[in-house]
T-cell receptor
Framework: QKEVEQNSGPLSVPEGAIASLNCTYS??????FFWYRQYSGKSPELIMS??SNGDKEDGRFTAQLNKASQYVSLLIRDSQPSDSATYLC??????????????WGLGTSLAVNP | DGGITQSPKYLFRKEGQNVTLSCEQN?????MYWYRQDPGQGLRLIYY???????QKGDIAEGYSVSREKKESFPLTVTSAQKNPTAFYLC???????????FGQGTRLTVV
């Protein structure tokens, strides 16, 4: 059973701090990695995708991928109360030959305190 | 405005009735997906379609049916055979093969 694991939280950080969210995955051949943000009662919103080892920055968000260690992380700099949400990690996983599908973590709840 | 539109936003169903959830996209994406989300269980794949007139079962397809007659549309029918249909249903689409999925606003189905 291919899995994606996240700490459920809640992760609580003060406004202006760096929030660090982590995700580990079990399928060694996974190639694509995504972070989604989901506000309560709303649908997930894609915020970052990463495909190769290293860091990828987009505004206040940085995704970090380490395929050897099978983890992907999301850093949120200068955290704002509006960042309070559940962050979902999703990883592509191979099955049945060339088919791929997304495997989802359960999400980490982030609370940014003013 | 490009995007994915799900309707209705809220839906109430009596036990024993079939209901159909609508999903339309104008992103010109080939692949479309239906997920179900329950509290504490994360996203579970119901059905997906990578091209018109073709679709595959996901992890929890029992009690659901879909069709893909047009590239833009992927409706989901929740049948009376689905034992516990109350959930938040999410439709998504992606460019074929890339799996970078974009979601509609969701339909919250409640069985009364």
């Amino acid at each position: 059973q291919k899995e994606v694991e996240q700490n459920s939280g809640p992760l609580s950080v003060p406004e202006g701090a760096i929030a660090s969210l982590n995700c580990t995955y079990s399928d060694r051949v996974s190639q694509s990695f995504f972070w989604y943000r989901q506000y309560s009662g709303k649908s997930p919103e894609l915020i970052m995708s990463i495909y190769s080892n290293g860091d990828k920055e987009d505004g206040r968000f940085t995704a970090q991928l380490n395929k050897a260690s099978q983890y992907v992380s999301l850093l949120i700099r200068d955290s704002q109360p509006s960042d309070s949400a559940t962050y979902l990690c999703a990883v592509t996983s191979s099955y049945a030959g060339n088919n791929r599908k997304l495997i989802w973590g359960l999400g980490t709840s982030l609370a940014v305190n003013p | 405005d490009g995007g994915i539109t799900q309707s209705p936003k809220y839906l109430f169903r009596k036990e024993g009735q079939n209901v159909t959830l609508s999903c339309e996209q104008n992103l010109n994406h080939d692949a479309m997906y239906w997920y179900r989300q329950d509290p504490g269980q994360g996203l579970r794949l119901i059905y997906y379609s990578q091209i018109v007139n073709d679709f595959q079962k996901g992890d929890i397809a029992e009690g659901y049916s879909v069709s893909r007659e047009k590239k833009e549309s992927f409706p989901l029918t929740v049948t009376s055979a689905q034992k516990n249909p109350t959930a938040f249903y999410l439709c998504a689409s992606s460019i074929y093969g890339l799996n970078e999925a974009f979601f509609g606003q969701g339909t919250r189905l409640t069985v009364v």
